[in-house]
């Protein structure tokens, strides 16, 4: 047998020091870390020197790889120029003003302002704030409850973490605070009845919606929280009419929609935001990851005018608006963004994922047809294949088999990353890849599928 190969020193400093996020902490020093030290293009390459495609964007956000120099050289421009400002109390800088117009721009729906943050929790928990700031504002203050749907993620801030509706993100953490709690998740393969249309499913969730509504009294509902397509709750893609059905509810009992874009955003579903491929016409939305391809930390919360004139009106009132980031509209992070959107717009980014789409989408449903697949599903170039112990009957393995991380460890051993949450395992490659790349990621998944089943 093989003895184990010895810890580098990089591991054992990352092993003594450093505490993980999303990491089983007590099997670390076991498991050891992957140590990244490099990009290229698509690639990833760790500190053996192993090329890795990223099947993922890191955590679905590197939409520009890894080394795009555009966003390289406005980095070292901007640090060159300002490295820090702030925005409070009237300050501001060219960079924030001219992202924040161009976010406007860009806007599935008519938007008001956009105010920034670092990350799509800070962004979430903003929207919450806001919320709150907003039904009071408008002389409602009893609309405080939000509702988010089960298998959401919307981060880990207190706020954000209990719209999350996966059970890891409250356990032991005493959460979800007492005014979020969670509705259906609109997963079709797993939650529709036997021989229930998409159509049907639809219509049955926002019926229970209202009937939630009603129970919890409009005047105390204040907002419902939705990624257009949930992602690390195992990208489930929502059926065409529902999003219609449950705005005509949200829009009954004056419930204002977000909509967390935040991994949707910026051309993932196809078009430039999922509200759009979904029709949804959200009061305030959340965006960040893409919106610097992940180079920089960087988040936005668009409110509509209606939002913004209430918010504006209120602070008018107290003095100030009472909330900000030391961060929010950073100048290194604004120019990186705005140079991000610059290159969607140069590179046709958007074309290019509806030019790949299709092929993309027709190999994850060729895998689909394997064994040991029980669900393959995406949109744009987003996707995911839900592992079963048996295709007929739906039944997933057992939990100790751990079937997706042994799929996505077999991946990585062919040069693929991928992400598996529980048994499901996600695809969500950086939106620059090409076709012949896109092919070698799909011919990896193969040989791992090979060895896997
Ligand atoms: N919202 C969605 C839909 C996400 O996928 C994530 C992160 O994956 C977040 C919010 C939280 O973002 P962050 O990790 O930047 O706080």
């Known amino acids: 047998m093989n003895a184990p190969t010895p810890h580098t020193l990089l591991a054992q400093q990352d092993i003594s020091a450093h505490l993980h996020p999303f990491t089983n902490l007590a099997a670390h020093a076991d498991v050891g870390p992957l140590v990244i030290t490099r990009g290229d293009g698509i690639h990833v390459i760790d500190e053996q020197g192993r090329r890795y495609i990223e099947g993922m964007s890191g955590l679905w956000c590197s939409s520009l790889g890894f080394s795009h120099p555009r966003l390289v050289a406005a980095g070292i421009e901007a640090l060159q120029t300002l490295p820090y400002y702030h925005t409070f109390n009237h300050r501001s800088n060219p960079p924030v003003a001219q992202l924040a117009e161009k976010l406007l721009a860009l806007a599935p729906v008519p938007m ?9 929790s800070e962004a979430n928990d903003s929207a919450v704030k806001m919320v709150w700031y907003y039904h009071n504002a408008i002389g409602k203050p009893g609309k405080k409850k939000i509702l988010a749907r089960h298998k959401a993620y919307h981060g880990v801030t207190v706020a954000a973490a209990s719209l999350s509706g996966l059970p890891t993100n409250h356990r032991d953490f005493d959460l979800p605070i007492d005014r979020i709690s969670h509705v259906d998740c609109p997963h079709h393969y797993r939650f529709g009845l036997p021989s229930e249309s998409e159509e049907d499913f639809a219509t049955r969730l926002a019926d229970a919606l209202e009937q939630r509504i009603l129970a919890e009294g409009p005047d105390t509902v204040a907002a419902f929280f939705a990624e257009p397509v949930m992602g690390a709750g195992g990208v489930i893609v929502p059926p065409a009419t529902y999003f219609a059905k449950i ?3 949200l829009r009954k009992y004056e419930v204002l929609l977000v909509a967390d874009e935040v991994i949707c955003g910026f051309g993932r579903t196809g078009a430039m935001f999922g509200s759009t491929t979904f029709g949804m016409q959200p009061d305030i939305l959340t965006c960040a990851k893409a919106l610097s391809s992940g180079y920089v930390p960087i988040s936005a919360v668009m409110v509509s005018p209606a939002v913004h ?18 961060y929010s509209g950073h100048p290194v992070a604004c120019t990186i963004a705005l140079e991000t959107l610059r290159v969607y717009e140069d590179e046709h980014i958007l074309e290019h994922v509806q030019a790949l789409a299709p092929g993309f989408q027709a190999r994850l449903r060729a895998l689909g047809q394997r064994a040991s697949v029980g669900e393959a599903r995406g949109v744009g170039l987003i996707g995911a294949l839900e592992l079963v112990a048996d295709k007929a009957s739906r039944q997933s ?19 693929l990353i991928v992400r598996a949450m529980g048994d499901t395992v996600a695809l969500c490659p950086p939106l620059i890849i090409s076709e012949a790349e896109l092919g070698e990621l799909f011919a990896r998944l193969e040989r791992a599928f090979g060895r896997f089943e």
């Open 112 to 120: 008001g302002r956009v105010f920034f943050a670092n990350s799509g």
């Open 247 to 249: 705005q005509a509810v």
């Open 309 to 326: 004139a209430a918010i504006a009106a209120n602070s008018g009132k107290i003095g100030t608006f009472g909330h900000g980031y030391t």
């Open 397 to 415: 393995f057992a939990p100790e088999l751990k079937a997706g991380p042994r799929l996505a460890q077999l991946a990585q051993e062919e040069g």
